[in-house]
């Protein structure tokens, strides 16, 4: 798995260079990749949607397990997190019903859209942020295997499940490890030829990914702990 998602991800950037250098210009590469309603963008909202569905289906086993409030709140929290991003890419309905931005969001959004992360505000830090999530993500992956460790010594029995099933696998590492590579060079531009602002797409669609990688295991998991009963 490790390597497939290797290979995937060191594939997947091949192809995004041989476009670029393809391109006749940057203008090119953004229309093909990066307007709105576009590839990337829909390709964002899928693996999101498929997220909240597999979300939905580990709460209702957490449900079924009885396990402890903390672990059940905190997957119902990312599913609400994972839903309001949704939306923030579909700004709130309005790229599918093309309805026109609200005299409100008109005045302070830098896009001119129904959406809060790109008020004139957060717009000014958007870069940075990112890069902080991501960061964290990397980290949070990357120290797993020590965060289960102090999991089980601290595992009661009547969760019935194994800690590391509520965990993301260590072979998603390599496309959180692209998220951070490919944030780190937006936010500081110092390839500003090679990786332009837009590109922050791509890093969002690898952590998008990452999260679902991750979602996925563990309902896989779970539902195995189940069958074995």
Partial sequence: RTLFLRALFISSLSIIIFIKSKATDIDTY??????????IEWTQV???LFSIYVG???VNDLKIKNLTSNIYLIYTFIIGLLSFIT????AWGQIIFQWQTPEGFLKLNAQGQTTFHNINFFQNILDECFLFVSLVMFLFVYFSPSILYLMKRNCKQKNRISPGILLPPSYS???FAGTLF???FVANPFFPN???NRDQEWAELLLYLGIFISLLRTYVLLESSNSNK
Avoid: D, P
């Fill in 30 to 39: 953004k229309r093909y990749f990066f307007t709105e309603g576009g590839l």
């Fill in 46 to 48: 899928l693996v999101l």
């Fill in 56 to 58: 939905i289906l580990i």
């Fill in 87 to 90: 939306l923030e890419e579909l």
């Fill in 173 to 175: 590492l390599t496309l």
């Fill in 182 to 184: 490919i944030s780190f």
């Fill in 194 to 196: 090679l990786i332009i």
